[in-house]
């Protein structure tokens, strides 16, 4: 099976219903799959080709995206700000080669750092995704999911999938920059809405937007977060702003698929859970404590880099580099990842906990910690924050002496007007580590 045939069985038994909302245009089921197949028509016999997009928030990426597929093509979304020069390489690159049967999508990892990984994805793990956050966070077709993210991005894509699943609508807004915009889509909706969230749009949301959160907290079915870590302050205002929703915290990557998911408006509100292994999925925890995960929903392997495909998927398991534990209740519990470990005269800190501590600051808007050298004492940690305007270095040092080991305490602190973050809202954290190395 593949998502499209449920887009097709949906455009037999519902016809009229709205399938696609993006700006002034807007599809029906019956219109949408009328669009598709024209554009298959129009593409001619591509079949087994790699075909890149560029992904633009728009009904027509959409549809072309369905049509490859239904072409029996590959789809190789492209970010939309992609560089003519970059854009020219990856086109001329992937016009020579090919993937294995079964592979529906090459999707290219942040790359913070330039090395960017092509993420082999197949139709059988487009479904088994779907199907994981349908029966898992319960999808319905009567709910408008509201897709702001880069649509190059498994974060985005992923919700594409359930949604046409159970027959539902999808909105596609051109990301989170226009908040008014945002708002203005809750209130035209009739009925439900849905939506995922990076951590960094959700802090932004109860910072400066919770008086317009609580008018329409009653639309809100459920909104999804990822990608990063969530400070347990935020997630808590956030709770208190949405007592009726559903808030989720999704444990997913490119390589492996959507793993599991954790309601933290339960009422214990645990930051780091990201809940039990979903319907097409398993994980566990390897002896040095990294998280590994199997199952249906794992990517086909890197797209012409079969060494590194070996050091990240084996015997059908996928390691990552996050650590964790499973507690009393089988829900999976991140403590961080171990590339971004700070070794501290040999003992081990865990940046986000300190970025976790320090946001519940009143006095900080956002912040990073990162690794720094210090000419006597060697590696230390150093927090660089954003401020409020009510911000005092010294309240904040005692603040984190009350919450954190004395061996977690940042010895150097620095102000910042921003955070460098990726396009899909990660802490850009490997340029830091990299220009601290340079310094």
């Known amino acids: 099976m593949q998502i499209e045939d449920k887009l097709r069985q949906n455009a037999g038994q519902q016809p009229h219903k709205t399938a696609l909302i993006c700006g002034d245009e807007a599809y029906t089921y019956g219109q949408l799959w009328q669009a598709v197949t024209a554009k298959v028509d129009a593409m001619g016999d591509v079949k087994g080709r790699l075909m890149p997009l560029v992904a633009t928030s728009t009904a027509d990426f959409l549809i072309a995206y369905f049509a490859v597929h239904v072409a029996g093509a590959v789809a190789v979304p492209l970010h939309k700000d ?25 999707l290219f990892t942040t790359g913070t750092t330039g090395n960017a990984k092509a993420v082999m994805i197949s139709h059988q793990t487009i479904w088994a995704n779907a199907e994981n956050l349908v029966f898992s966070q319960g999808f319905s077709s009567d709910v408008t999911f509201i897709i702001n993210g880069p649509l190059n991005h498994i974060g985005s894509l992923s919700k594409v999938y359930p949604t046409i699943y159970v027959g539902g609508t999808i909105h596609i807004i051109d990301g989170m920059k226009d908040i008014k915009a945002f708002f203005d889509v809750i209130d035209r909706t009739e009925g439900k809405i849905a939506t995922f969230l990076v951590p960094a749009a959700i802090r932004m949301l109860i910072t400066l937007w919770a008086k317009e959160l609580q008018k329409v907290a009653q639309k809100v079915d459920f909104i999804e977060t990822g990608a990063a870590p969530m400070a347990a302050s935020d997630m808590r205002k956030f709770c208190e702003l949405l007592p009726m929703s559903r808030l989720f915290n999704t444990y997913a990557s490119t390589e492996t698929g959507i793993i599991s998911t954790y309601n933290f408006n339960d009422g214990e509100c645990l930051a780091g859970c990201v809940g ?45 580099a996050d650590l964790g534990f499973i507690d009393d209740e089988g829900r999976l519990r991140l403590q961080g990842r171990g590339d971004d470990t700070i070794n501290v005269g040999g003992y081990k800190v865990a940046p986000s906990e300190v970025e976790d501590a320090a946001l519940a600051f009143h006095g900080v808007k956002d912040c990073i910690c990162v690794p720094a050298e210090h000419p006597v004492m060697g590696t230390v940690v150093k927090l660089i924050v954003v401020p409020h305007t009510d911000y005092d270095k ?37 340029s830091y580590v990299i220009a601290s190395k340079k310094a």
């Open 82 to 106: 992609l560089p003519k020069g970059k854009l020219d390489e990856y086109s001329a690159r992937l016009s020579w080669g090919s993937a294995p049967e079964g592979v529906a999508d090459i």
């Open 276 to 320: 039990r292994a979903m319907r097409h999925a398993q994980f566990f925890i390897t002896p040095d404590g990294h998280v590994a995960c199997k199952g249906l929903t794992l990517m086909t392997g890197y797209w012409e880099d079969e060494e590194a495909t070996r050091r990240v998927l084996k015997d059908g398991v996928v390691t990552t």
């Open 394 to 430: 010294k309240q904040l040092i005692l603040f984190l002496k009350e919450k954190l080991e004395a061996y977690k305490v940042p010895l150097l602190y620095e102000e910042s007007t921003a955070i460098r973050r990726t396009f899909n809202g990660k802490i850009d954290r490997k």
